[in-house]
C-alpha cells in the first residue's frame, strides 16, 4: 500500500506511518466497528472482533442479524479501530467491499486465526458455508480487501491516506 500524507490536515511537522505500522494496529485490535448501509441507505454501525491477514479484514457475522441484512443489499463497508483519545493513539479507517469467504480449506485458517486471537471465547469450526461452533450457530465469513485506508495520529495529528 502507498500512503500520502494530507498536510490539510494535521500538523505539518507529522510524517506517515509506514503500512507495516499500520498493519500491526490492525492485526492487534480487539475490537472494530463496522459500517454497512441499510436498503433505505441509512448507516448501520455495529461493534465486531475480526482478524487481519494477508492484508485484508475478515469478520463474521449471522444469517439473521441485520449486518447479514445489509450485505445482501450492498456489500460497501468500513472497518474502525483505534482509540476514543484526542491527544494520543492512532485511527484507523479501512473502506472497502465486503466478500463472502465459502470453502472449508478457506475458511479453516480463519477460524483458527479467531482462535488464536480471542481464545475459547471465539472458537470456530468451519465447513463449506462459514463458520460453525455446536451449539447451531452458522455466521457467514466475509474478508474486506481494502480500497482506501485513511490513518488519523494524534500525537502529532496528521491524516494519511493509503491505496493499494
Known amino acids: 500500500m502507498t500512503g500520502q500524507i494530507d498536510d490539510r490536515f494535521g500538523d505539518p511537522a507529522a510524517a506517515a506511518p509506514s ?38 479484514f475478515a469478520f463474521c457475522t449471522g444469517v439473521g442479524e441485520q449486518t447479514h441484512v445489509n450485505l445482501q443489499h450492498s456489500p460497501l463497508v468500513a472497518v474502525t479501530t483505534g482509540s476514543n483519545g484526542w ?5 484507523v479507517v479501512v473502506e ?7 470453502g472449508h480449506e478457506r475458511l479453516r485458517p480463519l477460524a483458527d486465526a479467531w482462535r488464536r486471537k480471542y481464545g475459547d471465547d471465539w ?12 451449539d447451531g450457530s452458522r455466521p457467514w465469513v466475509y474478508v474486506v480487501p481494502p480500497a482506501k485506508v485513511i490513518v488519523f495520529g494524534k500525537d502529532p495529528h496528521s491524516q494519511t491516506t493509503y491505496r493499494p
Not at 505500522?21 to 454497512?36: F, G, Q
Request: proline fraction near 3%; hydrophobic fraction near 35%.
Open 123 to 134: 472458537a470456530w469450526d468451519a465447513d463449506d458455508e462459514g463458520f460453525t461452533d455446536g
Open 87 to 91: 491527544k494520543s493513539g492512532t485511527d
Open 19 to 56: 503500512w507495516e505500522s499500520v498493519e500491526a494496529l490492525l492485526d492487534r485490535a480487539e475490537l472494530y466497528w463496522l459500517t454497512t448501509v441499510r436498503s433505505d441507505g441509512r448507516p448501520h454501525v455495529t461493534p465486531v472482533v475480526g482478524v487481519w491477514g494477508d492484508g485484508r
Open 96 to 102: 472497502g467491499t465486503a466478500q463472502r469467504v465459502t
